[in-house]
């Protein structure tokens, strides 16, 4: 089994950044994805980035332009860059590893934007 540890969520006002950072707590694990997803009480959680094996990435659009993901290949870590960020993106943010056909996901931290 392996745990996912995120960090970095926090209170920013609109117009602020904020770096989410996701472990694991195994690294000798072959990773085909990782990503970042979002959730707002009483919605679907929905993808907000991921990066894949190949280094290729994805993002939704509501926050291309201001988020970025990247990752650490020697520890298997992922990261979300957030600028710019706005209320609309108050929400539990959760990372999400795929590896040889199985999901592990992170607890979730969460990340709330004043306006």
């Known amino acids: 089994q392996v745990q996912l540890v995120e960090s970095g969520g926090g209170w920013v006002p609109a117009g602020g950044s904020l770096r989410l950072s996701c472990v694991p707590s195994?690294?000798?694990?072959?990773?085909?994805?990782m990503g970042w997803y979002r959730q707002i009480p009483g919605q679907e959680r929905e993808l907000v980035a991921v990066?894949?094996?190949?280094?290729?990435?994805n993002l939704a659009e509501s926050v291309k332009g201001r988020f970025t993901i990247s990752r650490n290949k020697l520890r298997n870590s992922v990261y979300l860059q957030m600028n710019n960020l706005k209320p609309d993106d108050t929400a539990l943010y959760y990372c999400?590893?795929?590896?040889?056909?199985?999901?592990?996901w992170g607890q979730g931290t969460q990340v709330t934007v004043s306006s």
């Open positions: 990066i894949y094996i190949d280094g290729n990435t």
């Open positions: 999400n590893f795929r590896s040889m056909g199985r999901e592990f």
């Open positions: 195994r690294t000798a694990l072959r990773i085909d994805a």
